[in-house]
Nanobody, 124 residues
Framework: QVQLVESGGGLVQAGGSLRLSCAAS????????MGWFRQAPGKEREFVAA????????YYAESVKGRFTISRDNAKNTVYLQMNSLKPEDPAVYYC?????????????????WGQGTQVTVSS
């Protein structure tokens, strides 16, 4: 099991930027693919971005492609989500998650461990 703690959420104007961080502890971070998901009130948790163990592969939801960038620093046991050009439809609680699977995945149920989430709010 890996413990995950997100940070970096907050209030930003539409068009602005935020960088979320997710610090991992416990087991060897580099053995996990990492993902970011988000959940808005009344909606299901949805996939945002994922990055493979070595950062060689990344996936993005269509709604964030070109605006968000996922990255990781295995030496610091941290995964990041750089969010640019934030839109009114982006507000949600953002969660990072760790997957021990071999294949990089966008499926929520294939992630084993989750953080507590960080709130992102966008003002118009």
């Amino acid at each position: 099991q890996v413990q995950l703690v997100e940070s970096g959420g907050g209030l930003v104007q539409a068009g602005g930027s935020l960088r979320l961080s997710c610090a991992a502890s416990g087991r060897t971070f580099s053995r996990y693919a990492m993902g970011w998901f988000r959940q808005a009130p009344g909606k299901e948790r949805e996939f945002v971005a994922a990055i493979s163990r070595s950062a060689g592969n990344t996936y993005y939801a269509e709604s964030v492609k070109g605006r968000f960038t996922i990255s990781r620093d295995n030496a610091k046991n941290t995964v990041y989500l750089q969010m640019n050009s934030l839109k009114p439809e982006d507000p949600a609680v953002y969660y990072c998650a760790a997957s021990s699977g071999v294949v990089l995945t966008t499926k929520r149920y294939e992630y084993d461990d989750w953080g507590q989430g960080t709130q992102v709010t966008v003002s118009s």
